[in-house]
């Protein structure tokens, strides 16, 4: 288990409580993205402006009872995004300053190029970004077409693309872009790009949650780059192509994946604060819900030990830190709701903490799914579940499924038994059964199909393996036992 020294239990300290001065902003945030302005004199706003830079070009870092941080460090990211997620994660998103287009820097420019970057940030506030993801392509960086070819020679380069899902672009000044100069995987490199030149063009989208953050579609016609801005420039084309955005990225998930773990925290405490008397059942649903997040924080402080330590297996632990707190987030945000019913879940304080929560499910969770499900209106407490609208069927109802499982759904196994839950909105310890949150499909429930009166799931066999019984309908996941059962 990763142990917090005294220097960083200080920083956790400090930074809960630099959060809790944002609790009060939030949902003005969420109505206006540019009410963030009026708030940059907060301490949190002045230490994401400086952080993450190096020491070399930080004259003055931000001290705390005689510590200077300067945010370079892994596990100083992780503790610090957690506690302040934890209140606002929109807030923390919307902050200026290098945010993930600094660790880029540091790890691929070289020195003329990181004192052109970092001397910019230190001598005004300003907002960064990081483009790599385009339409239809997701963030496969081996695939995108973004172009960065000269015309004339001894001329600057020319960028010309599309960008999808970029935070903060239409508020910054500089950031960093991914394209392509060569086909192949050595030709992808990253350059930085000032935004107030001709050419560049970000359109923020309508989103449901996270608006501070202000999603971008950025397109890119005809930019001009000078070719000292280039990354990696000084290194060879493997170490500053796709395998130097790999190792960028790897330094990046520990901190994504604390925002996620500080969303579902933030969910948890949410309950625990506005629900003093439990049944027995939710309040044993609560405390797995609050094993669930610690054994995840363990995970992510073990990935930003290793940012720290440049562990070789820096690139694993970093994913699956990252995809399991992004699933973490979600469940936990949609298992709060629970608690609530659809009177409380339908407020605009259990809209604010569930909707990151999504939103990080999908955008930095690894989640097959597009993300553009999130970029409009659309799903929200009380909308993404059907029995709470009028004129919803009876059959709709917690309790009383019908239909066949879906892909949000998992199976229960028991000795003698079988049924279905959907995991994405399940949040108790009673077996009943609900609209799927994720879909709005309608889960099945069923005993053992050789129970009597039982009835036989739509999808038969299911897709795992079910409890030891007489198999009525022996299929490719029943397997012989002894006595001539299958299981």
Not at 242 to 259: D, E, H, I, T, Y
Not at 378 to 402: H, I, M, Q, Y
């Amino acid at each position: 288990m990763t142990l917090l020294d005294e220097r960083l239990r200080t920083l956790q300290h400090t930074a809960r409580g630099w959060a809790e001065q944002l609790r009060p902003l939030a949902l003005t945030l969420e109505e206006d993205p540019n009410r963030v302005r009026d708030h940059l004199d907060l301490p949190l706003f002045s230490y994401l402006s400086r952080t993450p830079v190096p020491r070399a070009y930080q004259p003055d870092p931000i001290t705390v009872d005689g510590q200077a941080y300067y945010g370079t460090g892994g596990l100083e990211r992780v503790v610090f995004c957690e506690e302040i997620a934890a209140v606002d994660a929109g807030m923390l998103l919307a902050a200026p300053g290098p945010s993930l287009s600094g660790v880029l820097v540091s790890l691929l420019g070289d020195e003329e190029q990181q004192s052109w970057f970092y001397g910019r940030l230190m001598e005004r506030t300003s907002w960064t970004f990081l483009a790599l993801t385009e339409p239809e392509r997701g963030s496969d960086a081996a695939s995108l077409t973004t172009s960065l070819t000269s015309r004339e020679k001894d001329g600057p380069l020319l960028l010309n693309g599309a960008k999808r899902f970029i935070g903060n672009a239409a508020r910054s000044d500089v950031g960093v872009v991914f394209a392509r100069t060569r086909p192949g995987p050595l030709g992808v490199v990253a350059a930085l790009v000032e935004t107030g030149g001709p050419g560049f063009e970000a359109v923020p989208f309508e989103t449901v949650g996270l608006r501070g953050n202000q999603i971008c579609e950025v397109r890119l016609t005809d930019v001009e780059v000078p070719a000292e801005r280039v990354l990696g420039r000084h290194l060879s084309p493997t170490r500053r192509g796709l395998m130097g955005a790999v190792q960028g990225f790897n330094r990046l998930r520990p901190g994504v994946a604390a925002l996620a773990l500080g969303i579902a925290r933030g969910a948890y405490e949410y309950v625990v604060a506005h629900r003093r008397t439990l049944r027995a059942d939710e309040a044993a649903g609560l405390k797995r819900m609050a094993l669930r997040i610690e054994g995840v924080r363990r995970l992510v402080y073990r990935a930003g030990a290793a940012v720290d330590r440049d562990d070789p297996g820096l690139g694993a632990l970093a994913s699956a830190a990252k995809a399991r707190a992004a699933q973490l987030a979600e469940e936990v945000t949609l298992e709060a709701l629970e608690y609530f019913g659809p009177r409380g879940a339908a407020g605009p304080s259990a809209a604010r903490q569930v909707r990151p929560g999504r939103a990080r499910g999908r955008v930095h969770g690894g989640n097959p799914e597009h993300p553009a499900a999130e970029r409009v209106p659309g799903p929200v407490p009380g909308e993404d579940r059907p029995w709470l609208r009028p004129g919803t069927p009876s059959g709709a109802r917690p309790g009383r499924c019908s239909g066949s499982p879906c892909r949000c759904c998992r199976p229960i196994s028991s000795p003698y038994s079988f049924r279905w839950r959907c995991w994405r909105s399940w949040g108790g310890s009673t077996g009943t059964h609900t609209m799927c949150g994720h879909c709005s499909c309608r889960c099945s429930s069923s005993s053992s199909p050789s129970s009597p009166g039982s009835a036989r799931p739509t999808r038969w066999p299911p897709p795992s393996r079910t409890g030891p019984g007489t198999c009525a309908r022996p299929g490719r996941h029943c397997g012989p036992t002894p006595g001539s059962r299958h299981a």
